[in-house]
């Protein structure tokens, strides 16, 4: 039998493979894979009545220690926190409002009860802040590390969902907050992990090795260990009158959910090298380990800003928004994904991240 | 700090300790942790309306490799079908119906796009059979062998949900099907791959070594590798009028799910040893290994079978459906849990299994 690597189709590629074609049973199944998270209609299970304009939108994330945490420096309490709000983000990508999580554990014999705690405290806790009930799961044992699976119900007014598909052209681009913090926040701890590690050979690491390393840069490292959803900016469009017109959260990295939202939607667009929102901590720390903080901003996953497009005449509702940024504009889908530097050249951005700007630089 | 085994906890009593005194925030959530799938009711969301008698229910699995399935003898395209059904079972074992899955993969490099996709195909054949539509789900690598999480949404009316807490004194006690066969199942394809283990020292295995141990065996396979969820008992009992008090399904054990209705409906239980439903190729396989047939029809897990009470009133309506078994009846919760004898004997069933009877033979 023929033996196709996974890796010649990629994530996005194998899930595109896998789910072709496929045919829905239910009438309540709205919408199924490639958003945030699918969209049910069970009013209409109902059989009759005029309330039907509620939707259920479910959204699911697996992380498997090893691949998306190491809890050589990850608490396991933000662990815990982390995994519930990244669920959480993909429903307020909707535009919807986080209900319910379910979450799955597979845990290895090296966890302790007292470690399990310390998880669900970090699930407690951001269910807690984000009013989000968790309302079953499963748990079992694992024959390697920790793996997490949670799965998150929401609700949404049927006229307010924002999918991905609905950028057109001349709609602002905007996002919320920074991006390529959370990078640069595990570039930090991957930096000391690694100062660590080289200096047990020589020398019993005391408390307080890591402290100065970390000194100034806690807002990096709390995008990383602590990221927030933000529910906060679903509120300020709403309150502002404003529905996107395509909407999603950034967790692979600007450049590839540009990619997903110009797809869908069938557009380009242009994005501007100096509208790009960078913070401060993140920037010095690039520069001091000689990286490039665009590169950063652009690639750098794990944000969990929003992402969304806007009709232009919504402009001027946008300016007075707090922690908002208009970063470019959609195009006709011929001109591409394009980043304009600061000198007004043209580069062009990948959909595999933005290759195009290695190798100009 | 302390450190606490999970073994002295087990695995229900360490959902319980993570899960006690959880504190629901949303109006949408009716019932959580405790039961085969969570219950929502987001008609209300809607603000108003009559239609307000549907109701989601969601559950969880999450499975293994090494844990709950051994791919030496599992086909890929088998696993996809019973990963999803064992998730439509917990549905129909709320008396309601499935609707959408997502499905959530963690992939090791070992696998090739052809091993997924045969996994696919049996995740979406148990769609087409079940009428459920696959929705979403998430992607990513793994650095061991392979994860899989499914997650299940279903509707069901209101008033026709079951819970594990309606038993009552002098209910009838029933199952569908058969019980132990999945488990002797399991037995046979594990005494195969120890034999063919062994032969390896000796001499190549060549195709076909096998054939003769599984011939006239086919079935105990089959319940094993491809278990169906008993969405037709769910119909009979509907179209025959009978709405159970309590239902979960059979996944764990008999004995196991026993406990779970008696503990949360505060009741006892009397099941009668001449009455559980056992399969004669498993009763023979059996009685070849040398393990006692009452014992894995109590114990073994994973037939996915409905375990149910009904009121005495509902007896006359009982008796001519197909494949529905009587076993016993609900007793008063000081009663205990006991099995009866084929010479009249009382034996207590034990929260953890069988115990008393392995001390008693």
């Known amino acids: 039998m023929a033996r196709t690597e996974i890796s010649t189709l990629g994530e996005f590629g194998l899930i595109r493979h896998l789910t072709e074609n496929i045919k829905f049973h239910q009438p309540s199944s709205c919408k199924g894979v490639g958003d945030d998270a699918a969209v049910m209609n069970f009013s209409a299970s109902c059989g009759a009545g005029k309330e039907k304009d509620v939707r259920v939108l479910m959204t699911t994330d697996l ?15 933000h662990l815990g926190y982390k995994a519930a709000v990244v669920n959480f983000s993909d429903i307020y990508a909707m ?11 597979g845990i290895s014999q090296r966890f302790s009860v007292e470690d399990l705690e ?4 970090g699930i407690r806790l951001a269910c807690e802040h984000y009013h ?6 499963d748990t079992s044992a694992s024959m390697t590390g920790l793996t997490i699976s949670i799965t998150c119900v929401g609700v949404a007014h049927k006229d307010d969902i924002v999918y991905r598909n609905g950028a057109k052209e001349n709609d602002l681009i905007c996002v919320s907050g920074n991006l390529g913090t959370a990078y640069m926040g595990l570039q930090l701890l991957e930096r000391e992990r690694y100062a660590l590690h080289s200096k047990d050979a020589n020398h019993t690491p005391t408390q307080g090795d890591n402290i100065q390393a970390f000194e100034g840069r806690e807002y990096l490292l709390e995008r990383q260990l602590k990221p927030e959803a933000r529910k906060d900016i679903i509120a300020e469009l709403k309150k502002a009158g404003i529905k996107p017109t395509a909407m999603m959260d950034v967790s692979d990295g600007l450049s590839s959910e540009l990619m997903h939202i110009c797809s869908q939607s069938k557009v380009g667009c242009s994005i501007y090298e100096d509208k790009l929102p960078i913070d401060y901590q993140a920037a010095a720390l690039a520069e001091e380990m000689n990286l ?10 794990e944000d969990y800003e929003l992402l969304f497009t806007c009709d232009i005449k919504d402009y001027e509702k946008l300016i007075p928004l707090e922690d908002i940024y208009i970063i470019g504009h959609i195009t006709k889908q011929e001109y591409g994904l394009n980043l304009i530097g600061r000198n007004g050249e043209e580069l062009e951005l990948h959909a ?10």
């Open 63 to 77: 992380l498997l220690e090893g691949v998306h945490f190491n809890l050589e420096y990850v608490p396991l309490k």
């Open 292 to 301: 490039n903080i665009v590169t950063c901003c652009l690639n750098g996953g």
């Open 95 to 105: 535009n919807g409002m986080p209900t319910q999580i379910t979450v799955s554990l």
């Open 352 to 361: 595999q991240g933005w290759n195009a700007f290695k190798n100009n630089k």
């Open 132 to 137: 989000v009930d968790l309302v079953g799961g």
């Open 118 to 121: 310390e998880l669900y405290a």
